[in-house]
């Protein structure tokens, strides 16, 4: 399965394609902000707010799956711009209060940056610290799966988008104090000079192409890192596997579940050491596997034919239309002392064991192990905590269910169905709950997601 978790090279291009075309976006903006006559700035900005949600939400027609983060974040600086930009406007002709001519769009000397800049600074700020709960973030994991249900594209996603917002928050740190000090202390007034032109525009764009070429360089260097690691897979090598379907089967019986004491994912860098999963998996070329078939591999890898298969869910690969990798339980009947040893080699686990190592030492899971036990964990504790409405089924704040493996057997929860995470993202121990969920009721939108759920 090494296969699957490799990082389609496509993907890293668009890691840099993505912050290149939002950093030409706002080169853009102060560019034809200079040519136009200075009345025309919000109609400019707005134009070029539309060119990136357009931009964003073609993303999601598209089979590559790529990180908005940062045009997602530098659409909200142009609409939040245009915004101010028109709210201080306002207030100029309305006397409220009187600003000078620099921040005035319909004065021929108005200086977008002294605007742009804190105004990007602030945006921001803000979508770092709520990097986590952004709904195309949310509707990506949803989608996609989490980073780690994702293998290394997921890792590299994870870190790289936060690695962008830090640096969309220094370049308009920069700006913010380079624009507001020589305005304050260098400037003046009788006109607009070569040097106010250079201080309050070209060095704006010199760090946005500085920028550009950095992101380039770095991207290209992670390409060649994975090439050399054997961890890229090319969309011609993509294209040529054709359909495929990856089977894991959890292996439970009684309270325990049957796991390896070694990885076969490869995912990590120390997926040699003692690290926990499940060892019966399997792959075929084919969109569409028979019950009946996968009963039929799931004993002979067990060396138990008496078992009851049920489905958990399953995903289609980000990457590849054609590709999905489906989760299936296997109990097994009786008590684990009736099965001592299986067909493959590993050893029993209880849940209360595996909770244990989740919540202290997750690092001794695979990836995929862990990602599969924080949804199952996230769903049964959700749905056992909260209704289908968010609010709390008991009152007492501090209540924790717990759950055991022996209870999925005769469990009817639709794991497929996203709707427990949905609850576990927006809930009524979130912040200000009835208030946003009218606010959702009002624009039919999410807004949160959540963090991993402790096994409990």
């Not at 009345?39 to 070029?48: D, K, L, R």
């Not at 989490?146 to 590299?156: A, F, K, T, W």
């Not at 997926?271 to 060892?279: A, E, F, I, R, V």
């Not at 501090?398 to 709707?419: G, R």
Request: charged share 20%; net charge positive; with cysteine.
């Amino acid at each position: 399965m090494q296969n699957l978790f490799k990082v389609n090279s496509e993907q890293i291009f668009l890691l840099w394609r993505n912050t290149a075309i939002s950093l030409l976006a706002l080169m853009a903006n102060h560019a034809i902000a200079r040519i136009l006559p200075v009345y025309m700035t919000p109609i400019v900005s707005t134009i070029i707010a539309a060119f990136m949600y357009f931009f964003i939400y073609s993303n999601s027609y598209s089979k590559s799956e790529s990180c908005m983060a940062v045009p997602y974040t530098v659409f909200l600086i142009l609409v939040s711009y245009t915004l101010a930009l028109i709210t201080i406007n306002l207030i100029n002709i309305w006397t409220i209060w009187d600003l000078p001519a620099e921040m005035v769009f319909f004065d021929g000397i108005y200086i977008p940056n002294l605007i742009m800049a804190p105004t990007g600074l602030l945006v921001a700020i803000i979508v770092y610290l709520r990097r986590r709960q952004l709904s195309i973030c949310v509707d990506c994991r949803l989608t996609n799966g989490s980073p780690l249900d994702r293998g290394r594209l997921g890792i590299i996603y994870s870190n790289e988008s936060t690695l962008q917002m830090k640096n969309m928050i220094l370049i308009f740190s920069i700006f913010t104090i380079l624009a507001w000090s020589y305005y304050l202390f260098g400037y003046t007034d009788t006109n607009i000079s070569n040097r106010d032109t250079y201080v309050f525009t070209w060095i704006a764009m010199l760090i946005y192409i500085m920028d550009i070429v950095y992101f380039g360089i770095r991207y290209y260097n992670l390409y060649l890192d994975l090439r050399e690691r054997n961890e890229l897979i090319s969309p011609d090598e993509i294209d040529s596997v054709g359909v495929r379907t990856y089977v894991r089967f959890y292996v439970i019986c009684s309270d325990c579940m049957y796991v390896t004491d070694h990885s076969i994912d490869n995912l990590r860098d120390d997926d040699d050491g003692d690290l926990l999963g499940t060892p019966f998996m399997t792959k075929r070329n084919m969109s569409v596997i028979a019950l009946s078939e996968l009963k039929e591999i799931v004993s002979r890898m067990t060396g138990v034919a008496n078992g009851k298969l049920q489905f958990f869910f399953g995903r289609r690969r980000a990457d590849a239309a054609e590709r999905r990798v489906l989760r299936y339980f296997y109990f097994l009947p009786g008590d684990v002392k009736d099965y001592p040893s299986l067909a493959l080699k590993g050893k029993w686990i209880s849940s209360e064991k595996l909770k244990t190592i989740y919540n202290q030492m997750p690092d001794r899971l695979t990836t995929s192990f862990l990602a599969d036990m924080s949804r199952l964990a996230t769903i049964l504790i959700t749905m056992k905590t909260f209704n289908e409405n968010g609010d709390r089924r008991m009152k007492l704040a501090h209540y924790k269910p717990t759950f055991t493996f022996q209870e999925l057997q005769d469990s009817d929860v639709d794991f497929q169905d996203d709707t427990w995470i949905r609850v576990s993202m927006f809930n009524s121990d979130t912040k200000f709950f009835k208030f946003r969920r009218w606010l959702r009721s009002l624009w039919r939108r999410s807004s949160t997601q959540p963090s991993q759920t402790p096994l409990k």
